[in-house]
Structures are given as C-alpha cells and as structure tokens.
C-alpha cells in the first residue's frame, strides 16, 4: 500500500484551515483523514485540529489486527464522536470559537476494503478497472437540491451557496456520520480532497490525473491544477494505491 497527501493554501485564502493525515498503522493497516475547517479564520483553524488530533489519536490508540468490519466502523464512530466533543465544548466555552466546526473524512485501509466514516463535503473517489467514481455524497445544500432535480452537479459548481454545508464535526453536541464499506482490488487508487480540488476540477480532470501518473505526482498535479483554475479555497489531496 502506498499513500501520499498534500495540502496547500491556494491562491486566494491567507490561511489553511484543510488538514490531512496519513500513516501504515499495525500489519500494513493504511490510514488517512481529511479535514476542512470552518467558522472563521481562528474557528476554522482550531477546529480541524482538534479534529485531526483527535481521530488520529483515538484510531492509532485502539487499532489493532484481524478487527471484524463492525469493529472498524464503530472504532471510526468513536474518534469522530470525540472529536466533535471537543470542538463543540471549545466552542461553547471560548466565545471567539463559537459556531467553529469541520468536515471528517476517515478512512481505514485493508489490502481488501476501505472503511469511511464521513462528515461534511470532503470527497472520496475510486479509481477501479479504469472507471473513476465518486463513492461519498456530499452534506450540502447544493447536492440536496441536485437529489430533488432542481439543479444538475454542473450547475452546482457555479452556485454562490456551494460552500454551504448540512453535516459537520462540532457545530452541536451530536453528529450524524455515514459509515461506507468500499471493495479494493489490487491495483485500485483512491482520492480524498476537500471541496478546494473537487469544487474547480471536473471528475474527468482528476481521473485523468490520478490514473497516469505516480501516486506522488498526482498530489501536486492535481493541486496545480485547481490553482491554475483560481485557487479560490485551500486545497488538500491524499492518494491510495492499493
């Protein structure tokens, strides 16, 4: 297994309130989480954080081998559930941090399946027997009114309300998480990003990055080039090779 993750501030933002992680934790077990904070400049900052401390710390203390598929999925429930604690008690004790949250998007890597647990509009991606898809559904407005056919997804990147989402990590004292088994075969890839690459590259774009270059290369391939379509939000972009 090989992961590779970068994040950058983009061209606009002063800023960068993505975070990632990425580590092979026991027996080759992969790793990886991204975060988009939000809630202002110190809000949003704090609140990924907190995130990644948190998620990382929970799964590297409890992870261990031959784990059944309901253990992962509740082993990702408890760092997220944690990390959406902290946030929210920070926040509502330090008033300059109210309203601050983020999005979280874990994933635990087996050589066979990867399990999700999701909040917010970071993506996850396959790229499996040359077809690239999206396998998370984005908490957000835009998407819901994409699911009641009012508009399409092309129409929902140019939206002023894209941004706005309806899940996030620490905003109230529970958090609904969507749990997702995905099926690996060898040679699969898969992409995580916040909303920074997949909001200014098509699904066509990434696609074709992420199927023909090395894993390394398709960090700083991809992030280029949604900073040369503006950069208007930080950019964050974590690769698995399976």
Partial sequence: MKIAGKTDVGMIRKTNQDTFRIAVLCD??????????????????QASAIAKRMITSVVRDNIRAGMMDDELHDL?????????????????NQPEFAGMGTTALAAIITPDCAYIGHVGDSRLYQLHGGQFYQVTRDHSRVQEMIDLGQITPEEARLRPDRNIITRAVGIA???????????????????????GLSGL???????DVLSSHPIEEVTEQLIAAANRKGGYDNITVVVIEN
């Avoid at 408890?78 to 008690?89: K, L, T």
């Avoid at 004292?173 to 909303?195: E, F, I, K, N, T």
Wanted: aromatic share 4%.
């Fill in 201 to 207: 590259c098509s699904d066509r774009e990434m696609g």
């Fill in 76 to 92: 990702l429930l408890r760092a997220i559930f944690e990390a959406n604690r902290q946030i929210y008690e920070q926040a509502q």
């Fill in 173 to 195: 004292p529970d958090v609904d998480v969507d749990l997702l088994d995905l099926q690996l075969s060898p040679g699969d890839r898969l992409l995580m990003c916040s909303d």
């Fill in 28 to 45: 080759g077990i992969g790793f990886a989480l991204v975060c988009d904070g939000m809630g202002g400049v110190k809000g949003g900052d």
